[in-house]
């Protein structure tokens, strides 16, 4: 079971006005809720061996030569509500206003929905409230407390930080009868460790209410050429991997001077299983390969993500849709029930579609 305790652990998220200078961030307005079973921020050390004595008694000692600090993180997805003006704006959740937003294009054009599509290379905001588009800070810096002793307001605590971080890796972990969780795996550069006794009694943990998403919308779509084939899916992972890098450099005493990315490869693996047949009266059963590809397709969940409690656009409701996909299933008719273990890469239809989108009403 995944909880958190604030007294133990917080953390704190914001994006950089400037890359790899600390944004500073705020306790009580830059809170992350996430969960205890987060890895956080782990240091990732380079070192050199001593070099061979010489004819004249010289050896080189041991060094550091890079310090390459990465952070994972599991949010159980979560939404805030519409905003007061426009009432039908959602709020942004700090997982989406700062992790997804600096790899990506979130689009308020509609003032009704807040579209997430991966765009490391520009990423940016569309609104038309008044009509903008605006570029999105692309680096963050974090705040990790993870312990304590003595009070919450003064006692010593421990902080690990990193700043100039970037995405490398997105994941929707979508399990039915469980909470929807976004994996985030961020590379960024080192900051020394410290203790320190900042207050933090006025962690909001991003104002989060008990509204997180349960997958039990299993009903998973697929439009193929031949027809509608309807998969009841287990579990589905879309995995949004931006390719990041830690560039080495000797700007810093670390040895890293940057941190890359390239543009969004989107891939999925699934587990569902048979219930309906394929259109245009081919049945997948009856097929004789013990494989079966489907070259253009697209993946929707047929019914949003919502918590329990909360009706259908209210600021909470969540939908993961690629619009073209390529499928290959492999398939076990041993059971009661036939098995389709999937794999899956979303491809751009042309080249102003994105591969993926996840919409927050």
């Not at 569309?126 to 588009?133: F, G, I, K």
């Not at 329990?308 to 619009?323: F, I, N, Q």
Request: glycine share 8%; proline share 6%; with cysteine.
């Amino acid at each position: 079971m995944c909880g958190l305790n604030p007294r133990s652990r917080l953390v704190l998220a914001k994006l950089e006005a400037t890359p790899g200078t600390d944004a500073n961030p705020v306790v009580g307005t830059d809170d992350l809720f996430v969960s205890m079973d987060s890895p956080g921020i782990k240091l990732g050390v380079t070192q050199v061996g001593n070099e061979p004595a010489s004819p004249t008694g010289y050896e080189l000692p041991a060094a550091i030569a890079t310090i390459k600090p990465s952070a994972t993180y599991r949010i159980p997805l979560y939404g805030k509500g519409f905003e007061i003006s426009p009432a039908t704006a959602p709020v942004l959740p700090r997982w989406l206003s700062v992790f997804l937003a600096s790899c990506g294009h979130v689009d308020r054009s509609t003032d009704t929905d807040v579209v997430w599509t991966p765009d490391s290379i520009f990423p940016r905001t569309t609104s038309t409230t008044p009509a903008t588009v605006s570029a999105n800070d692309c680096t963050f810096t974090i705040y990790d407390y993870l312990a304590r002793s003595g009070s919450v307001a003064s006692g010593t605590k421990i902080l690990q930080s990193m700043v100039g971080c970037r995405v490398a890796q997105v994941r929707f972990v979508l399990t039915v009868g469980q909470w929807a969780f976004l994996e985030v795996d961020i590379l960024g550069l080192s900051v020394q460790p410290v203790g320190t006794t900042d207050d933090l009694s006025n962690a909001d943990l991003d104002d989060v209410r008990t509204d997180f998403v349960r997958a039990n919308a299993a009903q998973s779509e697929f439009n193929f050429t031949a027809g509608s084939y309807v998969l009841q899916s287990q579990s589905t992972t879309w995995t949004i991997d931006f390719g990041a890098t830690q560039e080495e450099g000797d700007s810093t005493s670390a040895g890293v001077a940057t941190v890359g990315t390239r543009q969004a490869l989107v891939t999925a693996s699934m587990n569902p299983i048979q219930n309906d047949g394929l259109g245009g009266g081919m049945d997948i059963t009856q097929l004789s390969a013990a494989q079966f590809e489907q070259e253009d397709g697209t993946y929707g969940m047929a019914g949003s993500m919502t918590p329990e409690g909360r009706s259908v656009d209210t600021g909470y409701t969540l939908r993961v849709a690629a619009p073209a996909v390529q499928l290959v299933f492999d398939y076990d008719t041993s059971g009661s029930v036939v098995r389709l273990p999937t794999t899956a890469k979303a491809v751009s239809a042309d080249s102003t579609t994105p591969p993926i989108s996840l919409t927050l009403s």
